[in-house]
């Protein structure tokens, strides 16, 4: 499914609310898709739908209020990582946002692998078998949920995939770098016969001459 752009949008400075004409948006675009006006570079999810004229952003609209082209994401992996196709619009947006995603997924791998706690079969036995202040694994369906031994007592930190998610996700990061490099020198020629990659500490793609 490509981006949703019928229509004209209208986006207001410091408001979330964007109005359409000529759109119809209750049958094309729901909740958690991303919008972006044409030409601005900014790129907002969708909080609602609530008609076919409007939408309602989850923040205010930060750029220079504009009436004009817009483009509605409305294709992602199943972490949450924009799709890109042909005949897609503010491509360099949408390509910075996807790769602000995988780097915080990968951050977040970056910190399952480095607190060296050892998984326990359960928040019991995690307590039992650690000291205070030490930190400790339950697993938890495909997740695993960490803990701090607080005076005795496990309190949850926050929860990560496993290593059959974590290795899912790793194949998901692959496979959609490999489309949206695709994508993007199908779309820009002069890049054709040049080393071209993504960079995600800087957020960013990188152009070297063979």
Known sequence: MAQYKTGTATAVNDSPVVSGSGTQWLANVQAGDSFVMAGVGLVYDVASVDSDTQITLTAPY????????????????????????????ETAAIFTRAMRKLQGLLAQLGGVAGTGATIYPSI????????????????DGGTLKLYQNQTGTGVEQGEYPNSTALQTAIDAFTGAES????????????????????????????????
């Open 179 to 210: 489309r949206i490099i695709a994508l993007i020198q199908s779309l820009h020629p002069d890049l054709l016969g040049t080393t071209f990659y993504a960079d995600f500490v800087a957020q960013s793609y990188v152009q070297e001459d063979v």
């Open 124 to 139: 019991a036995a995690g307590e039992a078998g650690t000291s205070d202040t030490e930190y400790f694994w339950v697993a």
């Open 62 to 89: 930060g750029g220079t209020g504009k009436t004009g082209a817009y483009a509605i994401q409305r294709d992602f992996t199943s972490d949450g990582i924009p799709e890109m196709a042909q005949g897609d619009v």
